[in-house]
Each structure stands twice: as structure tokens, then as C-alpha cells.
């Protein structure tokens, strides 16, 4: 079974700041890993995902993933916050097929101009 | 490329109509979707997960009978509320799933309906 978890639901940044949005998985098999974006009243969109391969992972608009298996996390991180990352982050995790993804409860990132 | 659309993009609806809401992959073929609940400030929630061709599989706790589900070409799948209840009232996102190609297996989501039940 699979399940994943977000700490701190809110993170609030000034712009120009690291961001850094934590997420712990558990997961029976190898799993795959994906971090997605919400703005409001919108659909999901894929910021990045781990498949296999390099550890640490690049996605969209500057963020990045690095993948430790010992710490079964999947961390997201950018250098610089901009007033336009201001959303909600999700976490999930699926198993090899893919089928079915499992998602944390996210965090709402605000970006303090 | 990629792009799934949703329609409605909102509804408002009496307590005991029905609802209807249209997932289309625009640009790629989808043997398989999946719908999402997501309710305010909370995580999306699979629902069920609609094949084409054949029964949707639901979700421990989904009524079947509540949240109809047809998957009737590979670009489309409804999701109908039936006998709506306030309580009914979410967020509802679709999913469909590249079957082939650089992003086989990658689930693309739509922008989501919002559904009022009064």
C-alpha cells in the first residue's frame, strides 16, 4: 500500500526565498513519485516526477525533487520564490503501472512580496 | 500536447436532479481515466477508475449506483451524479492516462467542475 505524507498544510515565503515543501512516502514497491500544482479552481498540473534514474529531478518553472530512498522522501525545492508560485502543492505517489495515485493533503504556498 | 478538458467547468443544480459532467482527452486517445473528488482546502480523493469498453472500478465507499460512470469512446468519459444531494456538492476532477509514447503512463487532469447542489 501506498500513502504519502505533507508537513506544514500553509509555508509562507518572502518572494526572493528558498522554497522547500516536505513530503514522506510509503509505499511497498519501488514506487514512482510526482509533485504537482494547483492554482484556484483549477485542475492539477505535474511540476516534476522520479520514475527511475537520477535521484534528484528538475520540473517546471525552476523547482526541483530529490528522491532519498533511505529517508523515503521526495522533498520539492526551489532557490527563489516568485509572487506566481503562490498555490497548492500536492504530493503523490503511485506504484510501477502507475494505476492509481496517491495523493497527500498538500500545502498552500504563499509567496510575502 | 496532452490537454484534457472537463465540462462543466461549473454547475449549480437542485437537490434531487442529476448532473452530468464530460472528460475529453483533446489530442491523445485514453483507455482509461480516473475520476477525483477533491473537497475544500483537502486532497483529491480517486473515485473510480473508468475503462473504456467496460464497468468503471470504484473505490472502497463509492456508490456505484450514486456516481454513474461511462466510458464510451477513447476520448470520452462521463461522470453523472444522480439524485444530487448537497452533500454532493465538491470539486470533481478527471484524469486520463497516455498509453503510449514519451509519456506513457502519465496521468494529464482536467481543470475540474465544481458542483453546487442546492
Known amino acids: 500500500a501506498q500513502s504519502v505524507t505533507q508537513l506544514g498544510s500553509h509555508v509562507s515565503v518572502s518572494e526572493g526565498a528558498l522554497v522547500l515543501l516536505r513530503c514522506n512516502y510509503s509505499s511497498s514497491v519501488p514506487p514512482y513519485l510526482f509533485w504537482y500544482v494547483q492554482y484556484p479552481n483549477q485542475g492539477l498540473q505535474l511540476l516534476l516526477k522520479y520514475t527511475t534514474g537520477a535521484t534528484l529531478v528538475k520540473g517546471i518553472n525552476g523547482f526541483e525533487a530529490e528522491f532519498k530512498k533511505s529517508e523515503t522522501s521526495f522533498h520539492l525545492t526551489k532557490p527563489s520564490a516568485h509572487m506566481s508560485d503562490a498555490a497548492e502543492y500536492f504530493c503523490a505517489v503511485s506504484d510501477l503501472g502507475a494505476n492509481n495515485l496517491f495523493f497527500g493533503t498538500g500545502t498552500r504556498l504563499t509567496v510575502i512580496p | 500536447g496532452a490537454v484534457v478538458s472537463q465540462h462543466p467547468s461549473w454547475v449549480i443544480c437542485k437537490s434531487g436532479t442529476s448532473v452530468k459532467i464530460e472528460c475529453r482527452s483533446l489530442d491523445f486517445q485514453a483507455t482509461t481515466m480516473f475520476w477525483y473528488r477533491q473537497f475544500p482546502k483537502q486532497s483529491l480523493m480517486l473515485m473510480a477508475t473508468s475503462n473504456e469498453g467496460s464497468k468503471a472500478t470504484y473505490e472502497q465507499g463509492v456508490e456505484k449506483d450514486k456516481f454513474l460512470i461511462n466510458h464510451a469512446s477513447l476520448t470520452l468519459s462521463t461522470l453523472t451524479v444522480t439524485s444530487a444531494h448537497p452533500e454532493d456538492s465538491s470539486f470533481y476532477i478527471c484524469?486520463?492516462?497516455?498509453?503510449?509514447?514519451?509519456?506513457?503512463?502519465?496521468?494529464?487532469f482536467g481543470p475540474g467542475t465544481r458542483l453546487t447542489v442546492l
Open positions: 484524469s486520463a492516462r497516455v498509453q503510449s509514447g514519451e509519456r506513457y503512463n502519465e496521468q494529464f
